[in-house]
């Protein structure tokens, strides 16, 4: 069945460092969404992702999607303290089918 | 606008007991998915409903089952449960369904012994 993989796993970083997360699907994606988790809460979604290539940006936060929509990243610059969580993509095809996620850890 | 709610928000049952998990999505969204989390396994999707048919389905064996009602509230039923079946679950919302953002609610977190 379809899969969405992401890494890495766990990421630990200095305040002030660059963040990225991979995402890798087993088949290729309409379009790709981006999700934050905060410790103890909920997904909440960050940004939708839809053509080949495409390039969008949230303040620090740059979004990818591959030329052959089959992966994506996130790409944190300057981390916070605030960026503190659990980042997953989630690729759809006929549902909605989310990766297994990169805990971020954010040292002051 | 009132988000994403689900009922109960902890709960404890013992192996081989059934259980009920209630979401209320929010208002004018006819679709609701439900997701098991469980730190090993990440997100995984158990079923989509979309105006009481359920429209997609994961890959769960059958005694996890759902519905959902007129009003667009959504079940979720775990039958003879299992000690794996502690995790929280999570239902999500949305206008039309998948693509469409998902909103989720605060999940229940669920304790078999």
């Known amino acids: 069945g379809q899969q969405v993989m992401q890494i890495p796993q766990y990421q630990h970083v200095q305040e002030g460092e660059d963040f990225t997360t991979y995402c890798n699907s087993s088949?290729?994606?309409?379009?790709i969404q981006w999700y934050k988790q905060r410790p103890g809460g909920h997904p909440v979604f960050l940004i939708q992702?839809?053509?080949?290539?495409e390039v969008k940006k949230q303040k620090r936060l740059t979004f990818q999607f591959g030329e052959a929509k089959k992966n994506s990243s996130l790409h944190i610059t300057a981390t916070q303290t605030t960026d503190v969580g659990t980042y997953f993509c989630?690729?759809?095809?006929?549902?909605?089918?989310f990766g297994t996620g990169t805990r971020l850890q954010v040292f002051p | 606008k009132a988000g994403v709610t689900q009922t109960p928000r902890y709960l404890i049952k013992t192996r081989g007991q059934q259980v009920t998990l209630s979401c209320s999505p929010i208002s004018g969204h006819r679709s609701v998915s439900w997701y098991q989390q469980t730190p090993g396994q990440g997100l995984q999707f158990l079923f989509e409903?979309?105006?009481?048919?359920?429209?997609n389905k994961g890959n769960f064996p059958g005694r996890f089952s759902g519905r959902q009602f007129s009003n667009s509230r959504s079940e979720m039923n775990v039958s003879t449960l299992e000690l794996g079946d502690s995790a929280l679950y999570l239902c999500?919302?949305?206008?039309?369904?998948?693509?469409?953002?998902?909103?989720f609610g605060p999940g229940t977190r669920l304790t078999v012994l």
């Open positions: 992702l839809v053509k080949s290539g």
């Open positions: 989630a690729g759809h095809t006929d549902k909605l089918i």
């Open positions: 088949t290729t994606l309409s379009n």
């Open positions: 409903y979309f105006s009481e048919t359920q429209r």
């Open positions: 999500a919302s949305s206008l039309r369904g998948p693509p469409d953002t998902q909103y």
